[in-house]
């Protein structure tokens, strides 16, 4: 399968007054064309960063190192101008959550629109074609009573709707690679349900790629092909969704999935350490239960596994 996205050896660090803080190492992956990737780690990981830096909205402060290529060009630090031809119609984001990204002012449909920049569908008929695959989205995300809610303003939809409104918002352009960030995040039980089913189909239908970020594990296994697992800024493991999510290689993963509701909830002790005071081995290191001598003097590499990679001394090549 041809890669879609290339992402070598990613490093992202923030200018904070004199220090510089380095959060994103070496971070690698490569989506293909159709294929859903999740990444899953605990929050302050690392994961929204990665998102950012693909779609070229980290702020102002951001170093970014490494490559991202996109259809085998390089895209990691082009300028603006150059990476516009890029947002939307090639990679697209679907915003995070209704009530910061929709404008309670602004009929949802038209909102939807407005994300298709191309002027020539502000006028007539490319305006109406325009309406009419809107619709066609709402009617494919089942939308109910697609014709009126065009014209609704947010606050006459449930937040199942709203949620649809901006998946609507991130697929209208139809991008090749969709980039969707904790869209089960504070949410509640019956609408992340509701929203899972929303990708799935989307899925199914295989209309694009998607960097699916989260840290709902059990979302991430309904939706995705293969499970990258970021740890601290590095991803420590890589894999087949089945593979990862069974036959966990990473001490980190394997806690992970026993933090699980449906895997006995065996919360991991210990927090994440600070990105301004890092281990000097493996960052994981002061919380595993693997440990051996090695893993505080030394960093582990990423290790080639059958079908993945795993960055565990526990692993040779
Ligand atoms: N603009 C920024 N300036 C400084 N630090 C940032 C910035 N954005 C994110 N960070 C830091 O990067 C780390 C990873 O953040 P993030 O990618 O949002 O985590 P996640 O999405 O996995 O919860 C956090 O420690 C966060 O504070
Ligand atoms: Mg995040």
């Given at each position: 399968m041809e890669n879609l996205l290339e992402v070598k050896n990613l490093n992202v660090s923030f200018l904070m007054g004199k220090r510089k803080i380095h959060i994103l190492k070496d971070v690698s992956f490569n989506i293909e064309k159709n294929e859903v990737l999740a990444?899953?780690?605990?929050?302050?990981?690392?994961?929204?960063?990665?998102?950012?830096?693909?779609?070229h909205l980290l702020p102002e402060n951001a170093e970014v190192g490494g490559s991202i290529k996109y259809n085998g060009i390089d895209i990691t630090n082009i300028h603006?101008?150059?990476?516009?031809?890029?947002?939307?119609?090639?990679?697209?984001?679907?915003?995070?959550?209704?009530?910061?990204?929709l404008d309670p002012l602004m009929k949802v449909g038209k909102q939807v629109s407005?994300?298709?920049?191309?002027?020539?569908?502000?006028?007539?008929?490319?305006?109406?074609?325009?309406?009419?695959?809107?619709?066609?989205?709402?009617s494919k995300l089942k939308l109910p009573r697609i014709?009126?809610?065009?014209?609704?303003?947010?606050?006459?939809?449930?937040?199942?709707?709203?949620?649809?409104?901006?998946?609507?918002?991130?697929?209208?352009?139809?991008?090749?690679?969709?980039?969707?960030?904790?869209?089960?995040?504070?949410?509640?039980?019956?609408?992340?349900?509701?929203?899972?089913?929303?990708?799935?189909?989307?899925?199914?239908?295989?209309?694009?790629?998607?960097?699916?970020?989260?840290?709902?594990?059990a979302a991430a296994k309904c939706v995705a092909d293969r499970i990258a697992v970021m740890y601290c800024g590095q991803i420590v493991e890589i894999g087949y969704t089945n593979d990862v999510l069974n036959n966990p290689k990473h001490p980190y993963t394997k806690g992970l999935i026993a933090s699980m509701p449906s895997r006995g909830f065996h919360v991991m002790e210990g927090y994440m350490p600070s990105f301004a005071d890092l281990p000097?081995?493996?960052?994981?290191?002061?919380?595993?239960?693997?440990?051996?001598?090695?893993?505080?003097?030394?960093?582990?590499?990423?290790?080639?596994?059958?079908?993945?990679?795993?960055?565990?001394?526990?692993?040779?090549?």
């Amino acid at each position: 399968m041809e890669n879609l996205l290339e992402v070598k050896n990613l490093n992202v660090s923030f200018l904070m007054g004199k220090r510089k803080i380095h959060i994103l190492k070496d971070v690698s992956f490569n989506i293909e064309k159709n294929e859903v990737l999740a990444v899953i780690g605990e929050t302050g990981c690392g994961k929204s960063v990665t998102g950012s830096a693909i779609l070229h909205l980290l702020p102002e402060n951001a170093e970014v190192g490494g490559s991202i290529k996109y259809n085998g060009i390089d895209i990691t630090n082009i300028h603006e101008n150059e990476f516009r031809p890029y947002r939307g119609t090639e990679i697209a984001a679907v915003p995070q959550s209704p009530s910061t990204s929709l404008d309670p002012l602004m009929k949802v449909g038209k909102q939807v629109s407005e994300c298709v920049t191309d002027k020539k569908y502000k006028y007539g008929e490319h305006k109406k074609q325009l309406k009419e695959s809107i619709i066609n989205i709402f009617s494919k995300l089942k939308l109910p009573r697609i014709n009126e809610i065009y014209d609704d303003y947010p606050c006459e939809l449930s937040g199942g709707m709203n949620q649809r409104i901006l998946i609507s918002m991130g697929i209208v352009t139809k991008p090749k690679l969709l980039i969707v960030d904790e869209p089960t995040k504070a949410i509640d039980w019956a609408l992340r349900k509701e929203v899972i089913e929303v990708f799935q189909d989307l899925k199914k239908e295989r209309r694009c790629a998607m960097l699916f970020i989260t840290h709902d594990i059990a979302a991430a296994k309904c939706v995705a092909d293969r499970i990258a697992v970021m740890y601290c800024g590095q991803i420590v493991e890589i894999g087949y969704t089945n593979d990862v999510l069974n036959n966990p290689k990473h001490p980190y993963t394997k806690g992970l999935i026993a933090s699980m509701p449906s895997r006995g909830f065996h919360v991991m002790e210990g927090y994440m350490p600070s990105f301004a005071d890092l281990p000097i081995g493996c960052r994981f290191e002061p919380r595993c239960s693997e440990k051996t001598d090695n893993c505080s003097k030394y960093e582990p590499q990423m290790i080639n596994i059958k079908n993945g990679y795993v960055k565990c001394f526990r692993f040779k090549l």
